[in-house]
């Protein structure tokens, strides 16, 4: 069976799934050149099928997702398109609103929320979703009607109405939910035209596809499941992330969580300036000074705004407290006292917010008679490493599994999942933790090295290296930068070694030398990658195997201070021989008498997304200061070296 997954919001991406098997995820912005894109063209679909050798007419389905109030845009209508019309393919597979509620695509269309894109591209020219929009959709936007607006109102259930905080949702008991209507609510058939050929589809609701990433791809028979992400909330109950319960193939999302923390976290950040993940980087400079218990909780916790009144209070606390306000979101003064506490403060309240709600999650499932050992987390807020890890050391579950492609890009992979084991009742097959799980981008780019390699032949050095790990590993050791493109690229915002820039922890020289490469802010921290079964000798504090870069460990030794960050803090990867020719680097970096650790960072240019194409990677030699390229076994330097 060949399921095509398709997501259209930001972090846009295409799944193929053959049976249990994710054959590729293809990010579109590694493609297009444009971090976070929204959108899919049929161009982009074309070429996701040719990677893997899948015809159009090899495809059984088809499941479709997007980013809350994102529209679908479709620039070719007679090539990509989504009808809501329903397709003799859907006959026999379950859909509670079809077959419960008997609701018609005339009646499902009315559902659908206003987006706000057309409305941004003519009065906000600096929003982000401007960046995010590639110029064929935009003019759609503004010129045709060729959209169909976001979906995110599914089943309706009398309990989900009743405006729950998270201690009362502590004290629920939801065994109620754990039903086929409610684990059938989150879907609804539509017919996907792909270059004249009708294929049965369905539309998933965004957090219902974060869910099933997440259940599906972990190696638990049974798990709690916890989503959030940025959307807003209030009265809004699917948008801001659900509380799950996953077993076998099945999935029961058994009530909205309409958590606030991502919405928090990200007007705290557009607030100084920064993106999440710098926030995030930079609250280790600071002190939690204005955190306060009161804005712990879930929308109905709260008798205000708790995204702007944040801010506001953090303000307010620091002027009573004396703070020079001069400089707050001045990103040339962003290690200045008010910057830093800020991101402190609101680090350590979204970590209690998770908490809080993790606690009211397992006694929720407890007051339901229902008890598992395993939690997944998934959504944009479980990128947030001193959370991760704060959950797996405090939380009342024994096992956390966050996976990789935690962002948009995994609704793709998730809703592709959730048709084929939730809705198709396929049987699961349980697989134990990998690093291959994130190693799912396609073989076209490795395949053109060839190409890269002769356009470049004047203008660089090239040589073929007979070993390529030992000169890897001398090269770091001799204290050289380098970067890797190597295998499948990985899927997720973190680089996990397929494309990568490495170098030597050991001197602290590298932490500025390397963001100077980079062209980063210089306080900006860098993650170490560690040979799985040495953890312990260099870090503590972490779920080890930690194989995606979510989860923070504490630094033991003062012998790696280029990935030591200034709370003795570092988000670290295990590497093993799953991972390629990383795991035989570090292996002989080691043998040359250095520790098992070495400094990884994601192989790109400032605002870029990670290299995807072989041509940038030599272009980034050629305008930067690093040492050398490696494209597989082939050394690329500059002239003269």
Known sequence: MII????????????VMKDEDVLICYEIERHKKKKHVIGIEYSDVVACLADVNIQIEDIDYATVTSTQLVEYIFPEPEKLNIKLQHHSGHKGIPCA??????????????????????????????????????????KTLLETEHTLPSFEKFIEVPLWNERKSLKDISNTDFSSMMNDAIRHGFHYPVTLLLNGR??????????????????????????????????????????????????GDKLYPYTPNTLAAGEMYDLASISINLDPGKLMGLSSYGQPRFYSPEFVGNWYDFNKRPSSDWVDHCLKEAKQLGYDLTYFGDREHILEPINVDFAASTQKLIEEILLFSVSAMYNSLQSSNVQTPNLCFSGGVALNCPANTRISNESPYSNVYVPPAIGDMGLSIGSAMALYYNILGKP?????????HAYLGGTAAERSIPRALDAYREKVTITECENVASDIANMIHRNQVIALFTGRSEVGPRALCHRSIIANPQHEENWKRVNEIKSRELWRPFAPIVLEGEEEKYFYGCPF?????????????DNIPAITHV?????IQSINADCGIIHDVLQQYKALGNPAVLMNTSFNGPKQPII??????????????????????FKIEKLGR
């Open 612 to 633: 995807e194409e072989p041509e940038d990677a030599i272009e980034f030699l050629l305008t930067t200061e690093i040492d050398a390229v490696y494209l597989n076994n």
């Open 97 to 138: 609103l079809v077959d419960q509620l008997g609701i018609t695509p005339e009646k499902f269309a009315e559902t659908g929320l206003q987006g706000w894109l057309p409305l941004i591209l003519r009065e906000r020219s600096d929003h982000v979703y401007n960046l995010m929009l590639p110029d064929s959709l935009k």
């Open 428 to 436: 699961r097959t349980l697989k134990k933790q990998t690093p291959k």
């Open 198 to 247: 009708e294929i049965p589809s369905f539309v998933f609701a965004h957090h219902y596809a974060h869910i099933a990433y997440a259940f599906y791809q972990s190696p638990y028979e049974d798990a709690a499941i916890l989503s959030n992400d940025g959307a807003g909330g209030g009265d809004q109950k699917y948008p801001c992330g659900m509380f799950a319960y996953g077993t």
């Open 567 to 571: 709370d003795r803090t570092s988000r």
């Open 4 to 15: 095509l997954g398709l997501h259209f919001g930001h972090d846009a991406s295409i799944t």
């Open 545 to 557: 195997p930690s194989y995606f870069m979510l989860f923070n460990a504490i630094i033991k030794t």
